[in-house]
């Protein structure tokens, strides 16, 4: 059974350029205050969310240890599986602590499952997250991501209609993957394309640097509902009277995903 005890043992960050980092954070701790607040006046944000969960949560392991999202956010899916340590880049009333994914505040095979939504393409430094992953994972236990995925259609999207920079030229392994090794960076900021260039353009290269990560799940979806949405931000561009008949014609169209899907689904169990 899972359990909800993970050992913190803290490791601080190196330096960074203090101004610019405080400033950097004070903005992420707004945005998730202005999440937090607008939740409950999106109905049609939280069922997406809500399916999300349902999705995540048949994912989990059921190893010994405990459940962590990280980047938590407004912390939705410690509402929906209370138990889950909930934390975050800046400390908020509603998460249990502040951490910085690359560098995991608890102790080494203590964690069942790693949840992150919408988070892996904020990270500066994703490889160092997966090393994490590696170190704080009990033998069994599971990183559960659900990113955007970068599909032809969905492209469009997110270059001309969505607020974060989508670069499908970065490679992610290289010595140099521009801003994605950027510790120091907004936490606000991300390459909208490194899930997918991580588990599909570049698979291949990741499961040789992590062979302690089996690939228990891999799927596209999200089609249509969730960009007509809007989101946490943006106008929604469908009445929610036709959602029930928006969601048959995407189920109809599950197998465009490769060529239409705007969100990813990836577990990777520890060997």
């Given at each position: 059974m899972t359990g909800t005890s993970a050992t913190l043992c803290v490791e601080a960050p190196e330096a960074r350029s203090a101004d610019d980092r405080t400033l950097a954070l004070e903005r992420a701790r707004r945005?998730?205050?202005?999440?937090?607040?607008?939740?409950?006046?999106?109905?049609?944000?939280?069922?997406?969310?809500?399916r999300y969960h349902l999705a995540i949560d048949s994912a989990r392991s059921d190893v010994e240890g405990a459940d962590v999202e990280v980047g938590a956010g407004h912390g939705s899916f410690a509402e929906f599986r209370p138990g889950t340590l909930s934390c975050d880049i800046v400390p908020c009333p509603w998460l249990h602590c502040a951490?910085?994914?690359?560098?995991?505040?608890?102790?080494?095979?203590?964690?069942?499952?790693?949840?992150?939504?919408?988070?892996l393409h904020h990270v500066a430094d994703p490889l160092r997250f997966f090393e994490e992953a590696c170190r704080t994972l009990a033998p069994g236990g599971r990183a559960i991501l659900l990113e955007p995925y970068v599909s032809p259609v969905s492209y469009i999207a997110w270059r001309y209609f969505h607020d974060e920079a989508i670069n499908t030229r970065v490679n992610p392994f290289s010595p140099s993957p521009g801003h994605v090794s950027d510790r120091g960076k907004d936490p606000w900021q991300a390459n909208i394309a490194v899930p997918t260039l991580i588990f599909w353009r570049h698979w291949a290269t990741f499961a040789r640097r992590f062979p302690q990560f089996h690939l228990s799940r891999r799927e596209r979806f999200d089609l249509l509902v969730m960009p007509l949405s809007g989101g946490?931000?943006?106008?929604?561009?469908?009445?929610?009277?036709?959602?029930?008949?928006?969601?048959?014609?995407?189920?109809?169209?599950r197998p465009l995903a490769p060529l239409m899907a705007f969100r990813c689904l990836i577990v990777l169990e520890k060997r």
């Open positions: 945005r998730l205050e202005h999440h937090a607040a607008i939740w409950h006046e999106r109905p049609l944000t939280r069922d997406i969310y809500r951490a910085d994914a690359a560098y995991l505040p608890f102790a080494d095979g203590s964690l069942a499952n790693i949840i992150m939504i919408d988070v946490f931000e943006r106008r929604r561009l469908i009445p929610l009277w036709s959602v029930p008949l928006a969601r048959a014609v995407e189920s109809c169209l």
